[in-house]
């Protein structure tokens, strides 16, 4: 079983930036492929970006598409979320979570892992 767990999140302007972290434990890791999602208050829990076991593909939703940047580090066992101008509706808890897909682009119901969360709060 993999244990995530997220940090990076905090307070930023509109047009900052801030880079997630997920940090995997446990057995085999490093062998699935990861994705970051986004809940707001009052709404359903979103992709956001996903990438291969390998990190060589990638994909993203399109409201961040040319803003965020997903990689990992398999031999740290971690995945990033570089979040570049970043808007007011970025504002949302963050999750990564793992699956057993080759798939980039999955739904929330079809990751097995999760992290607790860390809030992004983007101020005007």
């Known amino acids: 079983q993999v244990q995530l767990v997220e940090s990076g999140g905090g307070l930023v302007q509109t047009g900052g930036s801030l880079t997630l972290s997920c940090a995997a434990s446990?057995?085999?890791?490093?062998?699935?492929?990861m994705g970051w999602f986004r809940q707001a208050p009052g709404k359903e829990r979103e992709f956001v970006a996903g990438?291969?076991?390998?990190?060589?593909?990638?994909g993203y939703t399109d409201s961040v598409k040319g803003r965020f940047t997903i990689s990992r580090d398999n031999a740290k066992n971690t995945v990033y979320l570089q979040m570049n101008s970043l808007k007011t509706e970025d504002t949302a808890v963050y999750y990564c979570?793992?699956?057993?897909?080759?798939?980039?682009?999955?739904?929330?119901?079809?990751?097995?892992?999760w992290g607790q969360g860390t809030q992004v709060t983007v101020s005007s």
């Open positions: 990438i291969s076991r390998t990190g060589g593909t990638t």
């Open positions: 979570a793992s699956h057993p897909y080759t798939k980039i682009i999955v739904t929330a119901s079809e990751c097995n892992q």
């Open positions: 446990g057995r085999n890791s490093t062998n699935f492929a």
